[in-house]
């Protein structure tokens, strides 16, 4: 089975540029969570769609940050215009409808902010 | 691979011994807690969970106990393996989507 897929792995940009996330959550799921992972901050999530709808955007860090999920099987995360701060490992996770506890992580991508 | 936090708690275990690694969780009002298991360059997978209204639960070669009256939980690992090395998060919430995860722990596994 294909587990929560993200891309790219490894994003390298400029202060200033415009920086998109992609995220496929596992076939059949209906919850999907961005996370920001930072060695100071932890695990923090970011924004929580429910059946592709925004429930909770509570934890996006300022208007620079968007996201969209235009259905089922995809998200994006966008930064614009980004910052070094913005440096961290963003990680997409999904859950099924009958476990919505229960949060698949993907392998997450690495953004590293010049 | 990234690495989650530069001064995390260690935890150094020799092959084949068992492992504790222990959480002190934050909300009373939590009622369901999830281990989670990173390893380098990989984003968390989930070990096991367990309900307020257990204490204690078993997996393969993995014991999750929680203590309500203190606020703690532990995940002990059995045998532990060269492949147990890896940063281990707790996580609570109150029964909603919302996670709060603990800072974590690395457990390294010597030979």
């Known amino acids: 089975d294909a587990g929560v897929i993200q891309s790219p792995r490894h994003e390298v940009t400029e202060m200033g540029q415009e920086v998109t996330l992609r995220c496929k959550p596992i076939?059949?799921?209906?919850?999907l969570f961005w996370y920001r992972q930072t060695m100071m901050r932890g695990l923090e999530l970011l924004i929580y769609?429910?059946?592709?709808?925004?429930?909770?955007d509570s934890g996006m860090p300022e208007d620079r940050f968007s996201a969209k999920m235009p259905n089922a099987s995809f998200s994006t995360l966008k930064i614009q215009p980004s910052e070094p701060r913005d440096s961290a490992v963003y990680f997409c996770?999904?859950?099924?409808?009958?476990?919505?506890?229960?949060?698949?992580f993907g392998p997450g991508t690495r953004l590293t902010v010049l | 691979g990234e690495s989650v936090g530069l001064h995390l708690p260690t935890l150094s275990v020799q092959e084949g011994d068992n492992s504790i690694i222990n959480c002190a969780y934050s909300?009373?009002?939590?009622?369901?807690f999830i281990w989670y298991k990173q390893e380098s360059g990989k984003g968390p997978q989930f070990i096991i969970d367990?309900?307020?209204?257990?204490d204690k639960r078993q997996g393969q070669r993995v014991t999750v106990l929680l203590n309500k009256t203190v606020k703690h939980l532990s995940l002990q690992i059995a045998a532990t393996q060269p492949g147990d090395s890896a940063v281990y998060f707790c996580?609570?919430?109150?029964?909603?989507?919302?996670?709060?995860f603990g800072t974590g722990t690395r457990l390294k596994v010597l030979a």
């Open positions: 996770a999904s859950s099924p409808r009958d476990r919505a506890n229960e949060q698949f």
């Open positions: 076939s059949g799921h209906n919850s």
């Open positions: 769609f429910n059946n592709n709808v925004p429930i909770d």
């Open positions: 909300n009373s009002a939590s009622d369901y």
């Open positions: 367990i309900r307020s209204n257990m």
């Open positions: 996580a609570e919430t109150p029964g909603t989507y919302k996670y709060i």
